[in-house]
């Protein structure tokens, strides 16, 4: 059996670091926006080289606050994606605003300046480009669009920890940026969790009154607020693994180049030349897509779909008003995309297995 991914063997390399944390924070008594998430604040914003790191209770809410922050709301529209985590539409909603969708790049799959620009109209407030599968999106011409036309940029960093867009992280390019610690991120807690991250002094300060009910004193709040707070607990045990994050990274890429050297039935993915991805999914694509992953199943090779519906083809999201055929490549990207086992600690036994096994596939 090959695993599509596997938690415990990270745990196990970094076990007794983890543990120490943890039982540091648990000697300590306090468990809600203490020592440890100043620390991990602070580091991550330097590691990302921003000058803030606010770190709160999921990637969505990050999102949600950072749009409330850049004081999204009713009657505005925010561009972003329909192959995207529904998370990052559900956000915009959530301000009451309107979320517009561009379609993406048959290349990258991340979002097309071009059919952006299009998107644009006099309520658009911010644009949400999204670094998906751990590979940056062509920043430069998005923000050229912003910047003329008065428009923020929100980065969804969700899965591109440590990407690089022209030699700088993701993350310290846009007015602000969202980044999740999901349990399967590359950088990832054991729970939930999130930040955001700015170089903008007043956003920041704004992020932290949002994030706890508007204190800056208890119980008086200067503005409306709510509570999105990244525990003590995740974030000792985020300071341990971010220490490793470049590591594994690199362990991510060489196992994709592997793939990328075997693999000869599928279309790979595509690096963009202005930057590094991290490969947060190794995301093939087959106009067979679900019988190769029935065949990789019956030789016991996991496998997933990021993601199998664009947002605008769901139930819940009709509201959008985009109709089948408005965004064909990535209507054609649900249709043919699959995710192969990827995490650093993946034997590189394994990851020639599985190009054996999709070679194989007629």
């Known amino acids: 059996m090959i695993p599509f991914f596997d938690l415990t063997q990270q745990y196990e390399s970094i076990r007794a670091e983890i543990d120490a944390a943890t039982a540091r924070v648990m000697k300590s008594g306090w468990f809600i926006l203490g020592p440890e998430v100043k620390e991990f604040e602070k580091e991550f914003a330097t590691y990302i080289g921003a000058s803030h790191a606010i770190g709160v209770g999921s990637g969505t809410e990050a999102l949600h606050i950072a749009l409330l922050a850049l004081g999204v709301g009713a009657n505005d529209e925010v561009i972003t994606v329909p192959n995207t985590a529904v998370a990052t539409v559900a956000a915009i909603e959530l301000t009451g605003a309107r979320a517009v969708l561009c379609d993406v790049r048959a290349d990258s799959m991340l979002m097309d300046v071009e059919k952006l620009e299009r998107a644009i109209t006099p309520r658009t407030r911010a644009i949400i480009p999204v670094h998906l599968f751990g590979q940056a999106a062509d920043l ?56 955001i991250v700015t170089n903008d002094n007043a956003l920041a300060e704004r992020v932290k009154l949002i994030r706890q009910y508007g204190w800056r004193e208890r119980y008086a709040s200067d503005i409306k607020g709510m509570n999105s707070r990244l525990d003590e607990l995740l974030a000792a045990q985020l300071r341990v693994k971010l220490k490793y994050l470049d590591a594994w990274n690199a362990a991510r890429r060489e196992r994709a180049a592997v793939y990328s050297e075997l693999l000869k039935t599928v279309t790979l993915p595509r690096e963009m030349p202005y930057g590094a991805p991290v490969y947060h999914l190794y995301v093939v694509q087959s106009a067979r897509r679900d019988a190769l992953a029935e065949h990789l199943k019956t030789r016991g090779i996991g496998t997933a779909i990021q993601y199998p519906f664009p947002i605008h083809l769901q139930k819940g999201y009709a509201n959008l008003g985009a109709r089948a055929g408005d965004l064909p490549v990535a209507e054609k990207l649900a249709r043919e995309i699959l995710s192969l086992p990827l995490y650093p600690e993946l034997p590189l036994a394994d990851v020639r297995a599985v190009a054996d096994a999709v070679n194989e596939f007629k």
Not at 157 to 168: F, L, M, P
């Open 140 to 195: 430069d011409p998005i923000r050229e669009l912003a910047h003329a036309q008065n428009i923020a940029v929100l980065e969804d960093c969700a899965q591109a920890h440590g990407a690089t867009y022209r030699g700088k992280r993701v993350g310290a390019h846009g007015h602000i940026a969202a980044f999740s610690f999901y349990p399967t991120k590359n950088l990832g807690a054991y729970g939930d969790g999130g930040a």
